[in-house]
């Protein structure tokens, strides 16, 4: 019997079957005085017992709610990651999950981060990395497209960052226990959580991943 999951006849059942045996009829358990004692008493413990439930699915992430789940972002991540205005539950526990599992520090990183909360088309880049900018020596052409630009070695310990802001709204339901720790490729999280990201979000999603030390330029496409 889970002690969490009663009715307040199952509780008051229990109750009765606690007291000595043979002390009150089966009427009196019923209906008589000793019945309404044991009907109050179970329904307080009901409330207790759904306080009790709540309580219970705080402690997760997949089923912590309202204030509650506020608090769960704030536990890991301080003020790095909270709710925006507006922001429901189901967005809010979204974007948590693509912080919470999220790579760090590396470009590839970043990307993934920003892709995973909707952001669009992000690009990092570095002025220096040949693969980024081209060369004369490789596939360098003017006329826009592809990476047309030129290097260069003055900006160490940078990177220049591109995305656009969240166009879509979120959708579908929440992944189950084995898709978000049994999957290697989180492919649960296919739309973007919100709407409601801003350029600030994107100030702070480069800030959360990029190492300490590197300097981020951020445009917003």
């Known amino acids: 019997m889970n002690p969490l999951n009663l009715t307040v006849a199952q509780i008051q059942s229990y109750l009765a079957s ?18 309404a004692l044991l009907f109050g008493w179970a329904t ?7 306080v009790a439930q709540f309580v219970a699915l705080q402690i997760y992430l997949q089923t912590t709610s309202g204030g509650f789940l506020d608090l769960w972002a704030y536990d890991f991540f301080g003020d790095s990651v909270l709710r925006n205005v507006g922001e429901s539950d189901l967005a ?8 919470l ?26 002025a220096f990395a040949p693969g980024d900018t081209a060369a004369f020596s490789g596939g360098f052409y003017f006329g826009g497209g592809g990476n047309a630009r030129f290097g260069s070695m003055s900006y ?5 960052v ?8 979120a959708g579908g339901t929440l992944p189950s226990f084995s898709e978000v720790y049994f999957n290697t490729d989180p492919a649960w999280l296919t739309k973007p959580p919100s709407t409601l990201l801003t350029l600030p979000d994107l100030y702070n999603v480069v800030n959360f991943i990029r190492a300490i030390g590197i300097k981020a330029w951020i445009r917003q496409l």
């Open 162 to 169: 591109e995305a656009g802001l969240p166009t879509e709204a």
């Open 101 to 126: 599992l999220a790579p760090t520090v590396t470009r590839e990183a970043i990307t993934t981060l920003l892709t995973n909360l909707g952001f669009q088309a992000p690009v990092v880049r570095t």
């Open 92 to 99: 809010f526990r979204n974007r948590v999950k693509a912080y």
């Open 44 to 50: 307080a413990l009901f409330s207790v017992m759904q």
């Open 18 to 35: 606690k007291l000595p045996k043979g002390w009150f009829s089966q009427t009196a358990l019923g209906t008589g005085l000793i019945g």
């Open 156 to 160: 160490p310990g940078q990177i220049f």
